[in-house]
């Protein structure tokens, strides 16, 4: 990797390099055994793609638009908090590459700094990921804030009553990282017993009671579009559609939560069927190449969100990092859309994939 890193994997190997143990256990690691975190990127391994030859691929147009705002592409970026223990400029950072890309950022509630300080640091659009918490005038505050500072969507993380067992956490003790949207409206000091300052942090101000009274309760409180993060269900999906959200954004968390649930991309399929072009879905979860893209889009996903890349971008090398990970996605998936003969989004379908895919077997 003396010219750099030529594809994601390798951003992943330099940044466990550069990082101290601690955070990059936080960032890279998952719940429990870490079957799901495993299943998540290998789920995609199992789809093949099926092109179309004699295709006219002179121009190909990855452009798109989520809840009317347009991007170059169908890659945004997901909401990873504490972006800080990567680089010193952290989130500033992966705004403003955000921004050059042509993309949309969803700020995590958990980072390092201010949702005001994201927002003035360049102009793009944002959309802002919220969490319900105890105290629900915590959630309303940090929403009216996002609000007043431009952010366009709501994402309602809904996954989290309580803190997966992210064992790496817990042996390396984590810290609880600033976190500069809660100055002033709730204290992070917190004494665990033992073991991770963050999953301490979690059972006291999450709210294991969250249910959908209060999607509608968050509709009632402002005028911005809410998706949901979180779905894996199709029985979630209709329910999510009934409340009325603008979107859905299919996901476990990066498998953080709650191990042994299927791999996102194994139940795409399912939710889009169930929402029926109702509102868009997204993507979250193992996408580590621009055929992983591919593959969101032909089963029907509008867009896909990646995390730990950027992060791993970031740690790297910093803005120029989250910048370049964006792109070699971009250049990933515009290369596979032409060897596929896709010149357009709209030209990839279901039929473009075979999910039933059994691999040769080795000769005894």
């Known amino acids: 990797m003396e010219d750099g890193p030529v594809n994601l994997r390798e951003f992943q190997e330099l940044a466990k390099r550069n990082l101290p143990k601690m955070y990059y256990d936080y960032f890279s690691g998952g719940a429990e055994d870490q079957f799901t975190l495993r299943e998540n990127v290998e789920a995609f391994q199992r789809i093949m793609l099926r092109p179309r030859i004699l295709v006219d691929v002179s121009k190909i147009d990855m452009s798109t638009t989520l809840l009317g705002y347009n991007m170059s592409s169908p890659i945004l970026v997901a909401p990873t908090g504490s972006q800080q223990l990567a680089h010193p400029q ?9 921004a050059a890309c042509n993309t949309i950022m969803v700020l995590s509630f958990a980072s390092n700094y201010s949702l005001e300080d994201v ?20 959630s309303a505050a940090l929403l009216q804030r996002a609000e007043r500072n431009g952010y366009k969507a709501i994402v309602v993380t809904v996954d989290t009553p309580r803190l997966g067992r992210r064992e790496a956490d817990i042996k390396n003790k984590m810290i609880m990282p600033r976190n500069s949207n809660l ?27 969250l249910s959908w009274k209060d999607i509608e309760w968050l509709k009632s409180i402002t005028k911005l579009p809410i998706m949901v993060k979180g779905i894996i269900t199709a029985e979630d999906a209709r329910k999510a559609v009934d409340a009325g959200v603008s979107g859905i954004v299919v996901s476990n968390h990066g498998a953080r939560q709650l191990d042994y649930t299927p791999p996102t991309i194994s ?4 939710v889009v069927k169930a929402v029926s072009g109702a509102v868009p879905v997204l993507l979250d979860g193992g996408v580590r190449r621009g055929t992983d893209v ?6 029907g996903a509008k867009a896909v969100m990646i995390g730990r890349p950027v992060v791993y971008g970031l ?7 989250v910048r370049s990970v964006i792109k070699m996605l971009q250049n990933e998936l515009e290369l596979t859309m032409a060897l596929a003969g896709c010149p357009t989004l709209r030209d990839i379908t279901r039929n473009h994939v075979m999910i039933n895919y059994e691999r040769p077997r080795s000769p005894l």
């Not at 952290?90 to 403003?96: K, M, Q, V």
């Not at 919220?130 to 629900?136: G, I």
């Not at 709730?186 to 665990?192: E, K, L, Y």
């Open 119 to 138: 927002a003035s640091t360049c102009s793009a659009v944002r959309f802002y990921q919220l969490y319900v918490f105890k105290r629900r005038d915590v």
């Open 90 to 98: 952290g989130e500033l950072a992966t705004a403003r590459a955000a």
């Open 315 to 321: 740690a790297v090398k910093g803005e120029h990092g």
């Open 294 to 299: 591919f593959k969101a889009l032909a089963l």
């Open 267 to 270: 139940v795409l399929d399912e």
């Open 183 to 209: 100055e002033g409206l709730i204290s992070v000091d917190v004494n665990p017993t033992g073991g991770s300052k963050l999953e301490a942090f979690a059972s006291e101000t999450l709210d294991p009671s």
